[in-house]
């Protein structure tokens, strides 16, 4: 499951750390619009697409995706209101508790928890984190490297981190 982030017509996207230059995978991938009633809280004017008939942002409309690729679970990291999300507000979750040390186990060597990648995903060999970036709109912050970078000194390998290119299907 690893390998879905190389098979999807990846590219390496180098990112410049305090350590150095690293070339962290980035995969497109489009989805389709919401095309039903408008809904109320898109996030201060986010893109709202069709996630299975259920409208939602780029970030839940990963999750499917990525447990159609063996992940077993996977979550929105709400970094806005604070939270997990696997469904658009105001549901929340909890994290299995292995996702949850690793995560928390960054957050501390970042000195905070700002900066983690919009989606954390697991299955029994790890932990994932995906930025969902859209094409031509978006781009990497100086927080969500410092995330990275802390990523890799809790030893996480760079292969578990990608970046996911999205832009709308017409």
């Given amino acids: 499951m690893w390998s879905f ?9 180098q990112i410049t750390t305090a350590s ?3 070339g962290v995978t980035t ?16 996030y201060g004017g986010k893109a709202v697409l069709d996630c299975e008939g259920i409208p939602c942002l780029a970030e839940l409309a990963l999750i ?9 679970g996977a979550v929105w990291v709400d970094g806005y209101r604070r939270c997990f999300r ?3 507000p105001p549901a929340i979750c909890d994290l299995p508790a292995m996702a949850r040390m690793l995560h928390d186990r ?12 919009d989606v954390l995903a697991w299955n029994r060999d790890g932990i994932a984190f ?10 990497m912050r100086a927080n969500g490297v410092k995330w990275l970078e802390s990523g890799l000194k809790t ?4 292969e578990r981190f990608a970046i996911c290119e999205w832009e709308l299907a017409e």
Avoid at 27 to 42: E, H, K, L, N, S
Avoid at 64 to 72: A, M, R, Y
Avoid at 130 to 139: L, N, P
Avoid at 155 to 158: Q, R, S, V, Y
């Fill in 5 to 13: 982030f190389t098979e999807q017509g990846a590219r390496l996207e």
């Fill in 86 to 88: 696997d469904a658009m």
């Fill in 20 to 22: 150095g230059v690293v």
């Fill in 27 to 42: 995969f497109p991938w489009r989805f389709q619009r919401w095309r039903g009633v408008p809904i109320a809280d898109t």
């Fill in 106 to 117: 960054i957050a501390t060597t970042n000195d905070s928890r700002g900066g983690c990648w």
């Fill in 64 to 72: 499917p995706v990525l447990k159609q690729h063996g992940f077993e």
């Fill in 130 to 139: 995906v930025e969902c970036k859209r094409k031509g709109k978006d781009r």
């Fill in 155 to 158: 030893g996480i390998p760079l």
